[in-house]
């Protein structure tokens, strides 16, 4: 790792916004090699200033990561078995359905996690220079672990002086989905047509342009989605103005799955064609195409967009180099110089279109690291966390993914029932199909069953990799059939088939 990579430029003075947060710091606790807890005690701002200063002759480094929620948690557990420290900081109070997306069995050690103060950034940066001092640390880097701290990454980045920061000018367009688009239009970039509307006087006046007729409900298709959230939450294909503003209403009146009110909703063209999700690692203004994969996404229980799976795509591949090149252009338009990228690009009849990129990993908790390690030898939480870590190990990572050593599927487990689960079946014949490699995330007997249409109501899934594409289809069609019979709740021995 070059030195210089990781040099301060000047601080810059944070900005002060938002709502200020309790403060508090959770430091680390010494846990067994075999065992990894998390850090329960609390520090105060005062107790870590009076902590005596450690001097060893060289800083041990350490990464801050920001929210370290779903494969936010992945990328700490990374850090640390690579023996650098890991600071934690939250960018709001902390979210239990957030939390409930982290795997138990990841190290947590951090060195100390503390709440962002959201009113003065300066307070939260001199905490983490009084925890640099004290336990003889030097932060090279503060990135997101999840959705919800890409603004707060680049907050503390920038105010820090950390050259590896994408600043903070786009923050906004990087997490509002409305914003985001507009500023691929202003660099000629191609985007879809939408409207942020914060009444229902402002959809009826942008849906106009969709009406079939004057005198008919029906609507060339839109997509209605809050501005701000994940995992399909509350997007919806919407066909009638009748169905339009039953979207709207069931949006504006609910939070977000990431626990936020919504105060308006994007409404946008519906873009037919293939979605593609294009994964990136970008270093000081270099990007790395380190994953593409195409979403099996499918209308279930009265919703649309809801994931069965994703295909491995060689980056190589005609539809591959599309993909990259488009995307690539993205990521400069919206400023994404430095760490992961997730973009969700559908490959239209007159080319790609940006549905939304995300300047974070991949989320699903990170099951989809082996498989990629199957497919590439490499996945991209390894390799974003060497970003900041290591240069000699990025550069061993080629520019665009290349044709895959083995085909994988991610299934994505769809539920048709809701109830207390009593048992799981066919998970035996499952696990000796040819391309099996594990499960995950499945629910424990005894939890509460949902109908799947989200990620938040998802029920697991299975990773099928294999070097036969044909010996996978098989594997993959004999766990849907499974699929209608495996959710066994209380009250129904014989569950009905996936609608």
């Not at 936010?72 to 997306?101: I, M, Q, T, Y």
């Not at 936020?260 to 690692?281: H, P, W």
């Not at 070097?467 to 009905?496: I, N, S």
Request: include cysteine; hydrophobic fraction near 35%.
């Amino acid at each position: 790792m070059q030195q210089a990579d990781f040099e301060r430029s000047q601080p810059v003075t944070p900005k002060t916004v938002g709502k200020p947060q309790e403060e508090e710091t959770r430091a680390g606790k010494d846990v067994p090699t075999q065992q990894h807890e998390k850090s329960t005690e609390i520090r105060s701002s005062e107790e870590v200033a009076m902590m005596s200063p450690i001097s060893p002759s060289v800083p041990r480094d350490c990464l801050v990561v920001v929210d370290p929620y779903s494969t936010g948690a992945n990328c700490c557990d990374f850090v640390l078995r690579k023996g650098v420290a890991c600071l934690v900081v939250d960018s709001a109070p902390r979210n239990p359905v957030l939390e409930a997306l982290v795997d138990p069995n990841l190290r947590a050690d951090y060195s100390a996690r503390i709440q962002f103060d959201a009113i003065n950034t300066a307070n939260t940066v001199q905490e983490l220079r009084d925890l640099e001092n004290a336990l003889g640390l030097r932060i090279i880097g503060v990135c997101a672990g999840c959705e919800t701290g890409v603004e707060c990454a680049d907050e503390l980045s920038c105010a820090l002086g950390l050259l590896n920061s994408n600043g903070t000018e786009l923050s906004e367009a990087r997490r509002n989905k409305y914003i985001m688009h507009q500023q691929l239009a202003k660099k000629g970039v191609t985007n879809a047509a939408q409207a942020n509307c914060t009444c229902w006087e402002e959809v009826e006046a942008f849906l106009q342009g969709y009406k079939k007729s004057d005198d008919s409900d029906e609507i060339i298709p839109v997509v209605f989605k809050p501005l701000r959230s994940a995992g399909s939450d509350g997007v919806t294909k919407v066909r009638s103005m009748t169905e339009a503003r039953a979207a709207y209403e069931r949006i504006m009146l609910s939070p977000n799955a990431l626990g936020s009110a919504n105060d308006s909703v994007l409404v946008m063209r519906f873009l037919e064609g293939t979605e593609y999700i294009v994964d990136t690692v970008s270093r000081f203004g270099k990007h790395k195409i380190v994953a593409i994969w195409e979403y099996d996404k499918r209308d279930h229980a009265g919703h649309s967009f809801v994931y069965y799976g994703m295909w491995s795509v060689s980056g190589t591949s005609e539809i591959g180099q599309t993909l990259t090149a488009y995307t690539l252009q993205v990521l400069d338009a919206l400023g994404i110089r430095n760490g992961a990228g997730h973009a969700e690009v559908i490959l239209t009849p007159t080319g790609p279109c940006l549905v939304e990129i995300g300047a974070r990993p991949q989320g699903c908790e990170g099951t989809f690291m082996p498989v990629a390690d199957r497919c590439w030898g490499y996945n991209q939480v390894d390799v974003y966390a060497n970003s900041y870590l290591s240069e000699e190990e990025w550069e061993k990572i080629p520019d665009v993914c290349p044709e895959e050593k083995e085909v994988a599927y991610k299934l994505d487990f769809v539920s048709s029932v809701s109830g207390k689960l009593k048992r799981i079946d066919h998970l035996e014949s499952i696990r000796s199909l040819p391309s099996f490699v594990q499960f995950d995330l499945l629910p424990s007997v005894g939890s509460q069953m949902h109908v799947t249409i989200d990620c938040f109501t998802a029920c697991g899934s299975v990773s099928l990799v294999h070097q036969d594409r044909k010996q996978l289809q098989q594997d993959v069609d004999a766990v849907r059939q499974f699929e209608k019979t495996m959710w066994v709740v209380e009250g129904e021995e014989t569950p009905a088939a996936n609608q």
